[in-house]
């Protein structure tokens, strides 16, 4: 029987594995750490109130549809393992300024909302709505599930993004038909979703407005990581194989072609082909060390230019805040210089913007009874820009950010506290091998997407292929399970051969 190794239970590594074992390959799937997710991991914490569980994130969960076909694949239904909950509004937005927006799917409550904002913006709104209609079916419908593995489909992909001026910025589309600057910072903010600065990430990314408006936004009951759950349910009902708590050490090869994976227990198995969700430059530099193709390729994607990490402050309280949704952004006093700060410069801003998540509004079962819990999420410079002892700062930021909300969006905060911890650019360096601390691998640039990022499939060895945020199209849940649905295509033609 044909054999497949995945690197990396993450959303892109179990949508793949699961696209795999479903067309008859016999997929392993190895997991460094001791439970399945990625960056979509969880953690319980024990109080003597009860036990909290904490989503590391992501927690945004857009086009259900392309998890749903995970499950179709075999002829079987998602919602037989997990259950999806809308998210209403989709995000709640605030100023320093006491302006409060509630963006949704309710087409009349919005054009009220920006009718009070500014009237002029209401046609202006639409206007944008349908330039993201465009983008949406070129980049995402056409393109997002298509690997550029040569410069020809890139020119092939060129005309459409002509025609939308992909080389603008998200935050320039959004000025050229928005003239209220809350509202702009309100339609152009989504880039930080996928780690990219609205002033520098190509306009194809307002595509995700018609994501949202299209699939809504929605919440794994349980939790993200319960979504996790459902996914390796389906992969392994399917026959494969999940071994956790074995990081891969090397990926074996000889010549020109990939012949299997060695873990650090010791653990080695051959096989036909080896994908990797891992992060691309750990890939690269660490998993095929000894391979020169490989360090030529870790040196260049070392220079290349990565999206930010974040600081997440999780906590968990006593009461309710049945005022406070889903998601809340609370944006500083600042935008374009706050991001610049953090994308440019390498500063550690006091005036951060935070995104708060409050999954108890929507699932009360994640903490006890009478409780509830938040994170807290401030975009921060990758290691690489500040290289600064976390150590020691991470508890002074933790409490700013814990004060910030106190006198902004949660009254009494410090009082209700049972448990809080935080997680910062190290923590994703360490735990999730990423090259500086990234939250989500390659800025999204133009000119590090499509066949400008790493390739779906290695250039020169024909079984090793590549899914996750580092490969095309990017970051995100949408993004790297069509990646996975990118890569398992290619997999599947090469593996049956002509």
Not at 148 to 154: K, N, R, S, T
Not at 266 to 291: E, I, K, M, P, T
Not at 413 to 435: G, K, Q
Request: proline share 6%; glycine share 10%.
């Amino acid at each position: 029987m044909t054999k497949a190794a995945v690197i990396g239970a993450g959303f892109g590594g179990l949508a793949l594995a699961i696209r795999l074992q479903s067309a008859g390959v016999a997929t392993t799937l190895i997991e460094a750490r001791d439970k399945p997710g990625g960056r979509a991991y969880a953690w319980e914490r024990a109080t003597d109130a009860g036990t909290f569980t904490f989503d590391a994130g992501p927690t945004v969960i857009t086009d259900p549809d392309c998890l749903r076909e995970l499950w179709k694949l075999s002829g079987r239904d998602m919602a037989d393992d997990v259950t999806l909950l809308p998210v209403d509004p989709f995000y709640r937005l605030m100023w320093p300024d006491g302006t409060s927006f509630d963006y949704s799917n309710d087409e009349a409550a919005l054009a009220r909302q920006i009718g009070a904002l500014n009237p002029q913006d209401v046609e202006g709104y639409k206007a944008f709505l349908r330039y993201s209609e465009g983008v949406y079916r070129e980049g995402y419908e056409r393109l997002g599930a298509v690997p550029f593995l040569d410069f020809g489909a890139m020119v092939k992909a060129a005309p459409a993004l002509a025609r939308y001026q992909a080389w603008r910025s998200v935050y320039g589309v959004v000025a050229s038909h928005i003239q209220n600057e809350h509202l702009r910072e309100a339609l152009s903010f989504h880039t930080l979703l996928v780690g990219g600065n609205p002033f520098t990430t190509s306009a194809i990314y307002a595509l995700i407005h018609k994501l949202e408006k299209s699939g809504g936004v929605w919440f794994a009951k349980g939790g993200t990581h319960a979504l996790i759950r459902a996914m390796v349910t389906q992969f392994e009902r399917l026959g494969g194989t999940l071994r956790l708590g074995d990081a891969v050490a090397h990926i074996d090869t000889l010549g020109d072609r990939a012949t299997g994976v060695t873990t650090r227990s010791g653990w080695h198995d051959s096989f036909d082909a080896v994908a990797s969700n891992a992060d691309v430059v750990h890939s690269y530099r660490d998993l095929l060390d000894g391979n020169a193709r490989a360090g030529r390729v870790a040196r260049s994607l070392e220079r290349k230019r990565f999206s930010p990490s974040l600081f997440v402050v999780h906590f968990g309280v006593r009461g309710s805040f049945s005022g406070v949704p889903h998601h809340t952004i609370l944006f500083g006093p600042r935008y374009r210089e706050l991001l610049t700060d953090i994308y440019e410069h390498g500063v550690l801003a006091d005036d951060f913007s935070l995104y708060i998540h409050h999954p108890t509004v929507t699932d009360p079962s994640l903490a006890p009874e009478g409780h509830s819990t938040f994170y807290a999420l401030a975009p921060v410079p990758h290691l690489g820009k500040l290289p600064i002892d976390w150590d020691e700062v991470g508890p002074i930021y933790a409490r700013r950010i814990m004060e910030a909300l106190d006198a902004r969006l949660l009254p009494g905060l410090r009082e209700r506290l049972v448990t809080s911890f935080y997680y910062a650019p190290p923590d994703f360096a360490r735990d999730l091998n990423a090259h500086l601390g990234s939250a989500f691998s390659l800025e999204p640039l133009l000119t590090q997407s499509a066949w400008f990022r790493v390739h779906n499939r290695d250039d020169v060895i024909p079984n090793l292929y590549f899914t996750g945020a580092g490969t095309h199209p990017g970051a995100g849940i949408p993004g790297v399970v069509g990646s996975a649905k990118a890569t398992a295509g290619l997999m599947l033609d090469d593996l049956r051969g002509p």
